[in-house]
T-cell receptor
């Protein structure tokens, strides 16, 4: 595997279900991100992990719970979602050092539909 | 506050035409980074270019070129001799250097359709 991978690619879940999205990066990066992309809206940053510590939580509802067990893996745990949470969820990774800012590399996304 | 504006929601051109995608940004920082990403129908965002605020030199990569002008806070992207494979949504993004989270602020995106 190369780059950033995400599983599953498609997910349909009911509002009472619990599911998890998985992201894995094979680039040796030390920062990982979750973004939400809804129709007709800009990409919204949800969470940032840098060196396995959450450094940003962008006012995301508690029904979304991230987990970063190591620098290569990132999860997004979902429970009691709402239909408006249906979107494309994108994972990204980058290398961060001091003030250096490097480009983020994105996975293919998980298309989530909440019924 | 940071903001990125891509005023063109959709652009349609015929193959071999040149096309320019506009990007205007707002930031209070003197040190920042600008990016362009391509999102084809498959959904994955593909990194195209990163530019820091101290480097105003324009860049050319094959059929792609970028014009960075701090005086007008713009970072425009031109595709020369467009091809059908260029059809995608293109996003411009901004990040401030001292932002601990490495947060990217994206524009709304411009959907480019290149017809044969």
């Amino acid at each position: 595997e190369t780059g950033v991978t995400q599983t599953p690619r498609h997910l349909v879940m009911g509002m009472t279900n619990k599911k998890s999205l998985k992201c894995e990066q094979h680039l040796g990066h030390n920062a990982m991100y979750w973004y939400k992309q809804s129709a007709k809206k800009p990409l919204e940053l949800m969470f940032v992990y840098s060196l396995e510590e959450r450094v940003e939580n962008n006012s995301v509802p508690s029904r979304f719970s991230p987990e970063c067990p190591n620098s290569s893996h990132l999860f997004l745990h979902l429970h009691t979602l709402q239909p408006e949470d249906s979107a494309l969820y994108l994972c990204a990774s980058s290398q961060r050092s001091g003030q250096g800012l490097y480009e983020q590399y994105f996975g293919p996304g998980t298309r989530l539909t909440v019924t | 506050a940071q903001k990125v504006t891509q005023a063109q929601t959709e652009i349609s051109v015929v193959e071999k035409e040149d096309v320019t995608l506009d990007c205007v940004y707002e930031t209070r920082d003197t040190t920042y980074y600008l990016f362009w990403y391509k999102q084809p129908p498959s959904g994955e965002l593909v990194f195209l270019i990163r530019r820091n605020s101290f480097d105003e030199q324009n860049e050319i990569s094959g059929r792609y070129s970028w014009n960075f002008q701090k005086s007008t806070s713009s970072f425009n992207f031109t595709i020369t001799a467009s091809q059908v494979v260029d059809s995608a949504v293109y996003f411009c993004a901004l990040s401030e250097a001292f932002n601990q989270g490495g947060k990217l602020i994206f524009g709304q995106g411009t959907e480019l359709s290149v017809k044969p």
